[in-house]
């Protein structure tokens, strides 16, 4: 990702341009952003103070997968060869019982991603409306393949997560098998949607049945002790 931003940087020069904010950039900036949100909710419960939490949420928000990948290699950092990989997905003092303590409803959390998962059908009805589709040549833009692919990375941060917590095996080898059909037969611009929407509707099903990723991905405020 480092060398696509610096390419990027090289070739079509600054990012900050109002032109290069089409109605499809912004769509997907939206998109990249609700995943990002995902992460820096396990950031913010994996820190022992908020000081580190938003040092790292700042850095995930500034330079995306970059820091995604950053963090994911510290956290490997503190295992030992003796410890299951999973634990990488847990703080310290929640490795001994591998309980998660929620002080508050999980209502919050399905609320809260089920806001997102529709704020971004929303975001991709209204472009699909007033720009028309987004299988066009001249969409993809310098910026906008660099912004694809900091997104692709943060989707395969978060479907490792998935695929170690998530108990239910058929149903992720399901979607793996489905999304790579679908990514043969379509655009990898409407597949970031499609992630998005997944990731929001996952986590409402995690929380309704108590599975262990819910307690990380809908509990911000629930599971972080100062």
């Known amino acids: ?59 995930l928000v500034c330079l995306g997968s970059i820091t995604t990948c950053a963090y994911i290699v510290v956290q490997l950092f503190h295992l030992s060869s003796n410890d299951p990989v999973q634990d990488s997905l847990l703080r310290e003092t929640d490795r001994v019982d591998r309980k998660l303590k929620i002080r508050c409803s999980v209502v919050m959390g399905r609320i809260l991603f089920s806001v997102l998962g529709c704020l971004m059908f929303a975001i991709l009805v209204y472009t699909l409306i007033t720009d028309g589709s987004p299988f066009r040549k001249e969409i993809l833009t310098p910026w906008m393949n660099a912004t694809l692919v900091d997104f692709y990375i943060n989707v395969i941060a978060l479907s490792v997560c998935l695929v170690i917590q998530f108990s239910w095996i058929k149903l992720s080898a399901y979607y793996a098998s489905d999304m790579i059909n679908y990514m043969s037969r379509t655009s990898y611009v409407c597949l970031c949607f499609q992630m998005t929407l997944f990731l929001c509707m996952f986590s409402i099903v995690q929380a309704t049945f108590n599975c262990p990723i819910g307690n990380i991905f809908l509990h911000i405020l629930l599971c972080y002790n100062v």
């Open 1 to 59: 990702m480092s060398a696509t931003l610096i390419y990027t940087i090289c070739t079509d020069g600054s990012p900050f341009r109002r032109e290069l904010l089409t109605p499809w950039m912004v769509a997907t900036l939206v998109d990249f952003y609700i995943n990002v949100f995902a992460i820096a909710v396990w950031v913010a419960y994996k820190e022992q103070t908020w000081i580190t939490a938003l040092l790292w949420i700042v850095m």
